[in-house]
């Protein structure tokens, strides 16, 4: 009677520091499905990040897609060249931003959306003239839609510094030569995916507003051309 006695009370005890194992492991062990420590999982990815990478990598898409146009159809020098600067330079910012993607586990398009696409099969139609003038016109239009969704991500006081150094802010002229060199700084965040891609922006705006820039200057050169007898 004793020794089973005995043998119940070891054995409850050997079950009782089982279970007890067995809490401290379901405790010590992530939920399932949680980022692993120093990665980030998808809830700290915010909305506005998810929008700004999808964006510019749609954007990135349509100016390839229609320089590559360009390159074949145009009948302007300047608008071939233009377009292979587009190639090589929205080549390396959307390989740059894949890499970002990578990193932080975010989704980006690997087509351009119907929207860009639709314009795309507009200027296809176009021929000659119409072709260099429409497509400047769209280098115009979609560089400044580019351009303003890199801005919220800079800072402001930079940006405004920097652009002076670019072009006059009463004639809109590009200026020649500044003597102070202004650097463009990413906006502040805490978050390290929105610092990131606000390091993106930061980085990609000078290389897009200059494009910007020369998409005006062609506009410009094409309208000339049309008006002169």
């Known amino acids: 009677m004793r020794r089973t006695l005995f043998l119940s009370l070891v ?26 420590v120093g990665t980030s999982g998808d809830a700290d990815i915010k909305g506005s990040d998810k929008d700004f990478a999808r964006d510019v990598a749609i954007a990135n898409m349509a ?9 074949e159809r145009g ?11 587009m190639i090589d330079d929205h080549n390396q910012a959307g390989t740059k931003l894949q890499a970002l993607a990578a990193q932080h586990h975010l989704e980006i398009p690997a087509q351009a959306d119907d929207d860009h696409k639709e314009k795309a099969r507009k200027l ?7 072709f260099d ?11 400044q839609a580019f351009v303003d969704t890199l801005e919220p991500r800079i800072d402001k006081d930079t940006l405004a510094k920097w652009k002076a150094t670019q ?20 906006e502040k965040s805490d978050n390290a995916i929105t610092q990131s891609l606000n390091q993106f922006a930061a980085d990609t705006y000078p290389v897009a507003f ?13 309208k000339r051309r049309t008006t002169t007898p």
């Open 133 to 143: 003038r429409d497509y400047a016109d769209a280098m115009v239009d979609g560089h």
């Open 75 to 85: 009948t302007d020098t300047n608008v071939k060249k233009f377009a292979q600067m």
């Open 63 to 71: 100016e390839i897609d229609m320089a590559r146009m360009a390159a």
């Open 210 to 222: 200059a494009h910007l820039q020369a998409a005006k200057d062609l506009q410009k050169g094409l």
């Open 167 to 186: 072009v006059d802010p009463v004639s809109g002229k590009k200026v020649e030569s500044k003597a102070e060199a202004i650097s463009i700084v990413a």
């Open 124 to 130: 296809g139609e176009k021929k000659g003239l119409e």
């Open 11 to 36: 054995l409850a005890t050997a079950l009782a520091g089982g279970c007890r194992g067995k809490d401290r492991d379901q405790a010590a062990a992530p939920p399932a499905g949680s980022a692993p």
